[in-house]
T-cell receptor
Framework: DTGVSQDPRHKITKRGQNVTFRCDPISEHNRLYWYRQTLGQGPEFLTYFQNEAQLEKSRLLSDRFSAERPKGSFSTLEIQRTEQGDSAMYLC??????????FGPGTRLTVL | GQNIDQPTEMTATEGAIVQINCTYQ??????LFWYQQHAGEAPTFLSYNVLDGLEEKGRFSSFLSRSKGYSYLLLKELQMKDSASYLC???????????FGTGTQLKVEL
């Protein structure tokens, strides 16, 4: 089973607030990715974990963004001091071994 | 860096065949993926090519030429439900970073 759940599915927040999203793979996957997608664009890479190690982080990601995967299973993505430009769909994807990345349903963030 | 190009929009007729092209310039190529994404939903996996040639899976086929940095997705016997965005994505580097193009919005008409 390669299912992935994300929570919350929708989040509306005011500018300047902090938000945290969670990604839960149903079964073990050693690789976990976070992407951000805006309307009419492809998913934009944010960061990537191999087990609990964060191996790469996009240069586009400001220091307001942080991600963790403490036990190599679920992951959290936190955005501090949100801005209107952070409004987007935040997608989590997981993969194991040579398998293809499988996406969760995403969290839609709206910053007012 | 990575650069992935694909057409922004395409329109085709139900029952016809359509080819969606993707060109890429990357370092450390480890394979190319095609995903389908319906509006408001997450991308879903369609195909994966790591060697040159054609991979066929039902109505969908994908081709890769590594020397030309080129791939295409071929959709046969188009159905209305095939109206979606088609995303080309490349695996690069030892960390298996997956980089996406902007996607091709396909509209299937009667």
């Amino acid at each position: 089973d390669t299912g992935v759940s994300q929570d919350p599915r929708h989040k509306i927040t005011k500018r300047g607030q902090n938000v945290t999203f969670r990604c839960d793979p149903i079964s073990e996957h050693n690789r976990l990715y976070w992407y951000r997608q805006t309307l009419g664009q492809g998913p934009e890479f944010l960061t990537y974990f191999q087990n609990e190690a964060q191996l790469e982080k996009s240069r586009l990601l400001s220091d307001r963004f942080s991600a963790e995967r403490p036990k190599g299973s679920f992951s959290t993505l936190e955005i501090q001091r949100t801005e209107q430009g952070d409004s987007a769909m935040y997608l989590c994807a997981v993969a194991g071994g040579p398998g293809y990345p499988f996406f969760g349903p995403g969290t839609r963030l709206t910053v007012l | 860096g990575q650069n992935i190009d694909q057409p922004t929009e395409m329109t085709a007729t139900e029952g016809a065949i359509v080819q969606i092209n993707c060109t890429y310039q990357t370092s450390g190529f480890n394979g190319l993926f095609w995903y389908q994404q319906h509006a408001g939903e997450a991308p879903t996996f369609l195909s994966y090519n790591v060697l040159d040639g054609l991979e066929e899976k039902g109505r969908f086929s994908s081709f890769l030429s590594r020397s030309k940095g080129y791939s295409y997705l071929l959709l046969k016997e188009l159905q209305m439900k095939d109206s979606a965005s088609y995303l080309c994505a490349v695996f690069t580097g030892g960390g298996n970073k997956l980089t996406f193009g902007t996607g091709t919005q396909l509209k299937v008409e009667l």
